[in-house]
């Protein structure tokens, strides 16, 4: 069963790709990544402006774009296709910018909404011989230094009726596809994805350069109905030219398409109006003419680019699908990464503790002159000072150790660094380590027997016991001594958890500060799960027609 045929089965399953579609992305600047980003747009593009409205109103006219090179002549092309200028030729044409549509009037419904390229708004324009005699563009279509001054403004299609155009096909110039200015380039590309029929036009000296051809083989590969043009061709060499453009053809794989050749005539020779005499588009005329007036043809036409169209799908989702993979891959190895290194920043740290680093300098001194010539706020300072600074530095050599790695990592954006608000964030968390060390201490003072030490006194002993580590092996005997053995183990268990949960929060703060913009990224397998599971919905649609 043909495929438009098929297109209420087919309609959900479309969508619902396209959905899936529209909805994968490729933040990290991975190589491949801008091919896929192009490739991504490419294919909404065909789904969008092609295939969803073709199945959906298969009855409707068929869409022949005419594209090709810099100076191929396709705006005279489509003129003398009409019979009257309905685009400017010339390299710095306005239509470089809106490209121009023109149709039957009974057919005009068809192409002013959005059933095809929704993303162009629609601008009509009168007939040329009813502009102002100064030549002026009539306000309907905004001219280049219009849109110079708006460069945000949607692209514009305008659209032109001519009863010379059978009903049942729409003519529409497109940029450039060569053009220097990269909007022109991708509007020529999208322009192309929602057409039923691909004129390509090039010239006798250009019909070998590589950029149409590529047009040609993504035309052989998607399998659309495709006719070309030899342009411009001089008589002398004509049947030479010929020959061997139609010899490239056939080695293509395309000797099939339908080839048209047009001498290099002066555009001047129907009364100045720019047009090539009639006879000279006439074969190309004809065909497009039987393609639009029989129904028969006319479907066959629009089946076959809708089939190729779902058949590349075939090869060009999993691709999609492969490039968020990689997405999701070289995600993942950024924040193995960043945890390697603050895995290592933690096991440092606690090994430093446990060494007693931090008993040194200042602390060192206030733990020696504690209780006579040093107070438990002023023993509390010191160590707050030494962790925190110990915590700054384990900060900063995990942010380098993560740095390094991801600097080997192809395509790898720039590591995030510690901010200036990392050491204000430190401090607040071993403030918080401190107050909670001296409510612990309060709370276990309100029920001790005897004299027993301050509250203040209290916490730095359990400070230094914690942070001390085996240097400092009075500290848990005074401890001892002054609220007995059971109270001192209790306290010294619950500090070593306090301070277990300071470095928990710091360094499980600072890596998740540096994982978020990674995670904000969205690069999740469920994408690529989701692009092939639509595939697979939407292949077995097809295979039960």
């Not at 004129?199 to 250009?206: E, K, M």
């Not at 891959?329 to 290592?344: F, K, P």
């Not at 150790?401 to 600097?407: C, F, G, L, R, Y």
């Not at 204000?424 to 918080?432: A, G, K, L, P």
């Amino acid at each position: 069963m043909a495929i438009l045929e098929a297109r209420t089965e087919l309609l959900d399953a479309i969508s619902t790709l396209r959905d899936r579609v529209a909805a994968v992305r490729f933040p990290l600047p991975l190589p491949g990544a801008e091919r896929a980003r192009r490739s991504r747009g490419e294919l909404l593009a065909q789904l969008d402006d092609y295939l969803v409205p073709r199945l959906r109103t298969p009855e409707a006219p068929l869409l022949a774009v005419v594209g090709g090179s810099t100076g191929a002549g396709k705006s005279t092309l489509v003129n003398s296709l009409v019979g009257r200028r309905v685009s400017d030729a010339g390299v710095l044409r306005p239509t470089t910018r809106t490209p121009v549509l023109v149709c039957h009037p009974t057919d005009q419904h068809w192409f002013a909404g959005p059933r095809v390229l929704p993303r162009l708004r629609r601008v009509w324009t009168p007939r040329r011989e009813d502009r102002p005699a100064d030549g002026a563009e009539p306000s309907a279509v905004p001219d280049d230094d219009h849109w110079a001054e708006e460069a945000d403004a949607p692209p514009a299609l305008a659209v032109e009726t001519d009863e010379s155009v059978p009903a049942g096909i729409a003519l529409l110039d497109s940029p450039d596809i060569d053009s220097l200015v990269t909007s022109n380039r991708e509007l020529a590309a999208e322009l192309f994805c929602a057409a039923d029929i691909w004129v390509l036009v090039t010239s006798a000296s250009r019909y070998a350069d590589a950029v149409p051809w590529h047009l040609l083989r993504a035309a052989r590969e998607y399998d659309v109905t495709l006719a070309t043009v030899l342009d411009r061709v001089p008589h002398q060499v004509a049947a030479e030219v010929s020959r061997h453009y139609t010899a490239l053809l056939e080695r293509a794989g395309l000797g099939d398409v339908p080839c048209f050749t047009v001498p290099e005539l002066p555009e001047s020779t129907r009364g100045g109006c720019g047009l090539l005499p009639a006879t000279a588009v006439a074969e190309l005329r004809e065909w497009l003419l039987h393609h639009a007036r029989d129904p028969a043809v006319r479907m066959v036409a629009a089946d076959r680019t809708a089939s190729g169209a779902l058949a590349s799908l075939r090869s060009r989702v999993p691709e999609l699908a492969g490039a968020a993979a990689a997405q999701h891959a070289a995600a993942l190895r950024l924040m193995r990464h960043i945890d390697g290194a603050y895995d290592a920043a933690g096991e440092r740290v606690r090994r430093q503790l446990a060494d007693g680093e931090l008993l040194a300098g200042d602390a060192l001194a206030r733990w020696h002159g504690f209780p006579q010539d040093s107070g438990g706020d002023e023993l509390l300072d010191a160590f707050c000072d030494g962790l925190s600074a110990l915590l700054r530095g384990a900060v900063g050599d995990a942010d380098e150790q993560a740095a390094d790695a991801w600097s080997r990592e192809p395509g790898a954006p720039e590591c995030g660094r510690a901010d200036e608000l990392a050491a204000e964030r430190i401090d607040i968390q071993v403030r918080r380590w401190r107050r909670c060390l001296e409510e612990l201490a309060e709370e276990e003072l309100r029920t001790a027997d005897g004299c027993p030490p301050t509250a203040e006194e209290t916490a730095a002993l359990l400070a230094v016991a914690a942070l001390g580590g085996h240097r400092a092996p009075s500290a848990g005997d005074a401890l001892a001594a002054a609220l007995g053995g059971g109270v001192a183990a209790r306290l010294r268990e619950q500090g070593d958890e306090l301070l277990e949960e300071c470095l928990d929060r710091v360094l499980g703060g600072e890596r998740a500060y540096r994982l978020a913009p990674l995670q904000d990224l969205d690069a999740t397998p469920d994408q690529q799960v989701a692009l092939i599971a639509a595939l697979s919905v939407l292949q077995r649609a097809r295979r039960r027609r």
